[in-house]
């Protein structure tokens, strides 16, 4: 990686050092788990929308242990599908969500296609997800960026963006293919734990040489 000002391989790093002690992200916790087709991965991030992971990993442990393929989905019917997603926002909204990703893979012989356009395509599915499942579920090179991810980088200075979705386009230009899926893995974390929404750890973070600290009026 060679941008001007972020020797973003050492930053890595050194954030995968200082993230170790801390719970992974909900999906690469999933993955760990078992939980590792690109249905079930969408899945998860579907239920992980505005609900913290905290309640993401075990609302998605309680729906797996019911159903984890399209069709046993499916055929919980909406109204118990919407109540096992209870906990996450939005359940029934989430339901409809995933019976349409359900019968989408149904349409497609029991597998979702397996492009960010294919993805992009079912209603409910937004970048976001489509590129996380990809990129856990099957090492397709492809950047999440989450609110932490989108936060980090515009306070480091390496992107001045508005919306995530500009965010993951400058990332797109700058990252290597073979750390796109670790940013969402490293930042997500990072940003939960430790450059934190309000009052970031800014005396012992491991990056802070690089950091401008752009929009950071208060630290710890
Ligand atoms: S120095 Fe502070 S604002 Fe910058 S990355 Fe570290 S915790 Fe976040």
Redesign the pocket.
Known sequence: MNVPDYPLEEMLRRIEDAILPFPKAAMFALREQGFDTLFEQLISCIISIRTLDETTLPVSLRLFQKARTPETILSLGREPLAHLLEGSTFPGQKADTIRTVAEAAVQHGGQLPQTFDALTALKGVGPKCANLALGVALNVPAISVDIHVHR?VN??GLVQTSTPEKTLKVLEAIIPENRWTDINRDLMP??KF???GTL???S?????QW????G?TR?R
Do not use: M
């Open positions: 980090v306070r480091w990072f940003g430790i450059c934190t970031p750890k800014c012992t973070c491991p990056v802070a950091c401008k600290r752009i950071v630290h």
